[in-house]
């Protein structure tokens, strides 16, 4: 059964199954530094997602909202959960909650290999590709 938990701003013990997928996708995996994986102002001001599969963590995104914009992010599925659509539940589910806090439009900056994913859910990529962490990315939105 697939279950999700919503959380408003930096509560470590109830992101705890968020940060852990967050640490091992993109610090251990990808070797992003942490400092840059954990930015606490963004944590504090974000709706964050976890998905959950028969109560097992499987997929995380967040909503930061700053400055107007509605940017989502820190969508992650750890390697032994890709390829069963959780990345686009967790997306879609991201959409769903943005459209219902009133966004417009939505922003995200995509690492390349996952652009189609992204195109699929109706992002569009603009400008430049540019590294972030050292790793290739370009900037894509949709309206909601």
Do not use: C
């Not at 938990?5 to 993109?26: C, H, N, P």
């Not at 599969?53 to 967040?62: E, Q, T």
């Amino acid at each position: 059964m697939i279950t999700y938990t919503w959380i408003s701003g930096k509560q470590d013990e109830a992101l705890k199954d968020a940060y852990m997928i967050r640490r091992v996708v993109f610090i251990d995996e990808q070797k992003v530094p942490i400092e840059e994986e954990v930015i606490p102002w963004e944590e504090e001001i974000s709706e964050h997602l976890t998905v959950y599969d028969n109560g097992k963590p499987v997929a995380v995104g967040r909503i930061l909202r700053h400055n107007g914009k509605f940017i989502l992010g820190r969508i992650a599925v750890p390697k032994e959960h890709r390829g069963q659509g959780f990345g686009r539940l967790v997306t879609q589910a991201l959409i769903d909650k943005s459209a219902e806090m009133g966004a417009q439009e939505l922003e995200l900056s995509s690492q390349t290999h996952a652009m189609g994913l992204y195109s699929k859910l109706g992002f569009v990529a603009y400008g430049d590709e540019y590294m972030d962490a050292g790793i290739p990315h370009k900037s894509m939105k949709r309206r909601v």
